[in-house]
């Protein structure tokens, strides 16, 4: 067979631990093999980091810019332990905190679910996507202890010195404040990001904040969503048949776990950050759930929304077998490979992407993987496969499908 030619390279971010270990696994067995693969590759191991004061993480991300489409492995995000453990001269930031203040995007997260992995919520047949608002709020808020009786303010100084103030809490004790901000440019973007995602995999959209009590901060949040929808996505919407709704996020947390699943639910960006956890766990596991960051040009960033995996890297170091989950790794290649296929129309890519993924689905389901699932799965007499192991046996089913 000869292998299937790329135009544009992908845009590729290798990362840590364990997972970086399971990234050249990936990449030997199921994707050079079969692929003339085309990759720019940006090395974002914190070592590499380190060495060039984090300039390589933001060069990956000018380099997203620059093709569109990039697939990356999970990094370390350090803190004082990391900073000892590999003897940094800076406490880096996180990359993907770099990457997305860069491209601007928002974060799509869905579940990989396969039969015999079956959701704790007994109604759920199919994936929930949540789309996470990726700027501000929390996030980016200013804190403050108050220590004693006193009066605390918002105050906002516009360019010509006028002050407008509101008063936050007149304190007659201690206590603590919190100032935080949105940009509607981000707002809008994130509306944006959503709509076209939902036209891009035919789902429904639901938005929810808690605008009856946020009466201008949550319901600007609401206003532009519908703004833009109106003026630029209802038709299309009706084209293509899915719909777009506003509820309250108490609403909203009511209808999801009633619902079957199969819509994204756009959140801001705390509401995505705990739901997203949620609903990964109660769909079976944190090592199947993917993360897309899809920017408002229209350029993808693929990766595993789970980390660097470090406790089976300690075990792996000290030569014991582990027994780590690919699959949502492998499913951020996939995404990558079959982006580049649509948008470079190269459908032999599409269709190995379809036939990757598909070749993972069925080795779960016909009783091998990791052990991780082995743990919860309602199937009986199920082979706990090693990482290299499972790995090994999606070739097999692979090869027999091509
Ligand atoms: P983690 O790597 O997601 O792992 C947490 C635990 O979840 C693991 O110890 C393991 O449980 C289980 N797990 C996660 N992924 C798994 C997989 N693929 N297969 C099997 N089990 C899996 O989170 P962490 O240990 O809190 O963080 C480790 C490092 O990752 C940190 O340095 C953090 O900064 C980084 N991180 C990176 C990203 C990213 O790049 N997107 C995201 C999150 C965290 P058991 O040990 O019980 O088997
Ligand atoms: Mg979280």
């Not at 990457?99 to 396969?114: C, S």
């Not at 995996?309 to 780590?324: A, C, D, I, M, P």
Request: charged letters at 25%; glycine letters at 6%; proline letters at 3%.
């Amino acid at each position: 067979m000869d292998k299937i030619k790329m135009t544009t390279p992908l845009v590729e971010m290798d990362g840590d631990e364990m997972t970086r270990i399971l990234w050249k696994m990936i990449k030997d067995e199921l994707l050079l093999p079969f692929i003339d693969l085309k990759t720019e590759y940006y090395d974002l191991g914190l070592e590499y980091r380190d060495q060039t004061n984090d300039q390589v993480t933001i060069d990956s991300a000018m380099a997203t810019k620059k093709y569109g489409v990039a697939v990356k492995c999970a990094t370390i995000t350090p803190n004082a332990a990391r900073v000892k453990e590999y003897n940094l001269k800076e406490m880096w930031k996180s990359p993907n905190g770099t990457i997305r203040a860069i491209l601007d995007g928002t974060v799509f997260r869905a579940p990989i679910v396969v039969k015999g992995i079956e959701p704790t919520v007994r109604t759920w047949k199919k994936p929930i996507t949540i789309a996470r608002h990726a700027y501000g709020d929390v996030y980016k808020a200013t804190e403050m202890k108050i220590p004693a009786a006193g009066k605390a303010e918002l105050v906002y100084t516009n360019e010509n010195g006028e002050e407008t103030r509101e008063l936050i809490h007149q304190f007659e004790g201690p206590g603590i404040i919190q100032g935080q901000h949105n940009i509607c440019a981000s707002i809008e973007s994130f509306a944006k990001a959503c709509f076209n995602y939902a036209l891009d995999t035919h789902q429904d959209l639901w938005f929810a904040t808690k605008d009856t009590i946020s009466k201008k901060y949550d319901h600007t949040f609401k206003d532009i969503f519908q703004e833009i929808f109106d003026a630029e996505y209802k038709e299309k919407f009706d084209a293509a048949g899915i719909e777009y709704f506003y509820t309250l996020i108490d609403d909203a947390v009511a209808r999801v776990i009633r619902s079957e699943g199969g819509y994204i639910w756009a959140c801001k960006n705390y509401d995505g950050d705990v739901m997203s956890d949620m609903v990964a766990t109660a769909f079976g596991s944190l090592a199947m759930m993917t993360s897309v960051l899809v920017a408002p040009d229209g350029t993808y960033e693929y990766e595993a929304a789970h980390g660097t995996v470090q406790r089976h890297y300690y075990k792996y170091l000290k030569g014991e077998e582990t027994s780590t989950n690919s699959v949502a790794t492998i499913f951020a290649w996939t995404g990558a490979l079959r982006k580049r296929g649509e948008l470079d129309n190269i459908p032999e890519l599409q269709l190995f992407a379809d036939k990757l993924e598909k070749a993972t689905i069925d080795t779960i389901e016909n009783g091998t993987m990791t052990k991780d699932l082995a743990l919860i799965t309602t199937m009986k007499d199920v082979t706990v496969a090693n990482s290299e192991e499972f790995i090994k046996a999606i070739r097999k089913t692979l090869e027999a499908s091509l």
